[in-house]
Structure formats: C-alpha cells, structure tokens
C-alpha cells in the first residue's frame, strides 16, 4: 500500500533549482533509500518531506493527506539526523523520553515506551547513562530510540551512519535493517555512500541533479542500469562506446578488436549509437587463451593490481590502449600471489554480461 507519494514536486533555491519534477511512491513498511552525490537534491526531497522545507511546487502526500501547511511537529514522521543531535545533559533514557514529555504523555506509558525503545535497540542496560559515556554506535542508537519511541509512521534517516567508523558503520547497517523489520515503520533514508544504500534498502531512488534517474530494487540498480549515470556511480563498470550492428546482437566498439556479442538483439535502432558496460567481475582472465573460443575475447597486459581481500582489481590495457578492469576472487589462503604488471592475459566473457545503455 502506497503510504508516502511525492506529485511533480520541485524546489527551488532563488535560480538554483535542488529538486526538479519528482514523482515517487513509496510503499508502507518499506525500507526505502535516497541516494547520489552531495547536491543531488536527496536531502532536499527529505527535507520537504519532514516539513522542514516547503516544495515551490507540486504535492506530498502522507498515508493520503495533502502535507501542505501541515507543521513538521503535526506530521507522522520523525527524523534521525546526522549529528544524533542527543542531549548531553540528559541521560540515555531521558533522551528517549523526552518527545513523550512534550507530548504530555502519561508517566506509567511512557516509562513502558522508553523500555520497550531501548531494549529494541539493546541500550536497556544503558538508561541512566549519559551520552558522553557512550559510543558513536551507541548514540546513534539512542537517537533511533528517540525516534522510534513515538511510534512515528515514517522514520526519516539523514546520512545515519556517517559519523561512525568503517567497521561499526558495516555492523550497524545490519542492526538498522534488523530493526526495521522488527517494528514494521517505513524507514526512508538519506545517503550518499552506495553500499549502504544496497545493503539495507529494499528499493532505491538514485538522483542526479534534482532529477530522478531510476527506482529500482539494489540487484536491478546493479544489473539493469536505466543510463550511463547509473551504471557509473553503482559499483565500478567498463564503459564503451560503440555502434550497434545491423541485426541488433553485436556492438563494434573501437576500444577493442572485435565486436562485442550480445544474447539478445537490443530494442534499438540498428547502427545507432550506444555505450555498452561490464562489470570486472563477469570477465574472467587467463595468462593463456581459454581451450574454448568464447564469444568474447580480448587480450591485453596487466599494468596495475590492487589486492582488496576477496578479490584481487586489475587494471588491462588493450592494444589499443583501453583500460579495462577485471576482479578476480581470491577464493583460497593459499592462492598465488597477483600476477605482475606486464603480464599478457587474456579476457573473455558471456554474450549476457554486457548491458546496453543508451547513446
């Protein structure tokens, strides 16, 4: 059921247009994320959906109801901010509290709603501890408390996991995705770094100068990006430009030798122009050619490698001097060292891998 639906919505900043004609829907109990690079208008489109920002057109509709004039503090929404924005003078519990004491809610209900709030963010142990004697982790978790203690509809997530460092902020995606099934309220999130984004989202909308470029689910985001932008800022991907063939199943490209063939014709016009992208991942390298001929082959020298745990990132350069990236799995404690730069390889892959973007 559609609970949050943005109509035509555009804000703008004097001459400066932050959100250019959005048009979203997003679902009740949903785990939805806003992302792209720093000014895309994600923050913006938040921010008019708190009430903390007024659209200069268009409509917000919560659960139905037209927001326009609606105050943020009458709205069924509460925010999470980057910056926790705890009380360093109030203890853990009194934080929680304190939205249920200015909503004048009776002592017995809100000692059991600060309770149920804390023990479903594991701070029960914590109440009468102040913030300073807390963790980033932990404060991000009383400030999630805050929020959730009143039971809002929509919980808005502004960069939640920001201000932590790598290894907790990969710990607590799984607790906020956790949480978030456990409590069944629509969490919209706010985020610039993509695999926060893919790992807790069940669907995403990716911006791009105010504008939407596509709402999909993270494996379509991944697999089937809807243009250049996308396929560029989702994960790493070998872009080339090219021309498609006259039966549609073939892209002949200048950064390689042969042509690259396609499993099925594409919904193009034939000899239009088109970029073509593979992920490092679905092309396999061999220091010798594969006993099979496949479909699609390249050859080239390796001129760096990067040694990322998983996987080793190589760097090929063509003869005609394209650079492509290839990921190869370190699947074994005892695999061979990354092959040196100057080694000739060669690359091959499946006529599905490619995807087709439009020119």
């Known amino acids: 059921m559609m609970l949050i639906r943005f109509d035509h919505v555009t804000k703008r900043f004097g001459s400066f247009v932050a959100v250019d004609d959005v048009s979203l829907d997003i679902a009740a109990g949903e785990f939805f994320a806003l992302l792209g690079p720093s000014g895309c208008g994600k923050t913006t489109l938040l921010r008019m959906l708190a009430g903390l920002e007024t659209p200069s057109q268009g409509r ?21 901010f980057q910056s926790y924005a705890v009380f360093p003078h109030m203890s853990v519990a009194d934080n929680v509290a304190y939205g249920l004491k200015i909503d004048r809610v009776a002592r017995p209900e809100r000692d059991a709603r600060v309770a149920e709030a804390l023990a479903l963010v594991k701070l029960g142990e914590f109440a009468r501890r102040r913030p300073d004697q807390l963790s980033g982790g ?48 629509t969490f919209v999130m706010v985020t610039h770094d993509q695999d926060e984004a893919l790992a807790m989202a069940g669907r995403c ?26 396929a560029d800022f989702i994960g790493t991907i070998n872009l080339f430009e090219g021309t498609l063939s006259a039966d549609r199943t073939a892209i002949t490209t200048p950064a390689l030798d042969a042509p690259i063939h396609l499993a ?20 396999t390298m061999t220091p010798a050619p594969a006993p099979r001929a496949a479909a699609n082959m390249a050859s080239g020298s390796i001129v760096t490698s990067a040694y990322l745990g998983a ?32 080694t000739h390889v060669w690359l091959q892959w499946e006529p599905d891998a490619p995807v087709v973007l439009p020119g």
Do not use: C, H
């Not at 009383?142 to 932590?164: F, I, M, N, Q």
């Not at 996987?311 to 799995?329: F, Q």
């Open 138 to 185: 932990q404060r991000q978790r009383v400030a999630l408390a805050r929020a959730l203690v009143k039971r809002p509809k929509v919980l808005l997530l502004d960069e939640p996991l920001s201000a932590l460092d790598a290894k907790l902020r990969e710990a607590m995606r799984g607790e906020l995705a956790a949480i978030q099934r456990e409590v069944g309220v």
């Open 264 to 283: 099925k014709p594409v919904p193009a016009a034939p000899d239009a122009t088109v970029w073509v992208g593979i992920r490092p991942e679905k092309i």
């Open 60 to 80: 917000i509709l919560i659960d139905g109801v037209d927001m326009a004039g609606v105050p943020p503090n009458r709205r069924p929404v509460n925010m999470v």
């Open 311 to 342: 996987v080793t990132l190589y760097d090929i350069r063509t003869p005609s001097g394209t650079l492509i990236k290839v990921t190869a799995a370190n699947a074994q404690r005892s695999a061979s060292p990354a092959l040196p730069a100057g």
């Open 205 to 230: 909308a990716l911006m791009d100068q105010g504008r939407l470029q596509q709402v999909a689910s993270p494996g379509d985001l991944y697999e089937y990006p809807a243009n250049r932008f996308v």
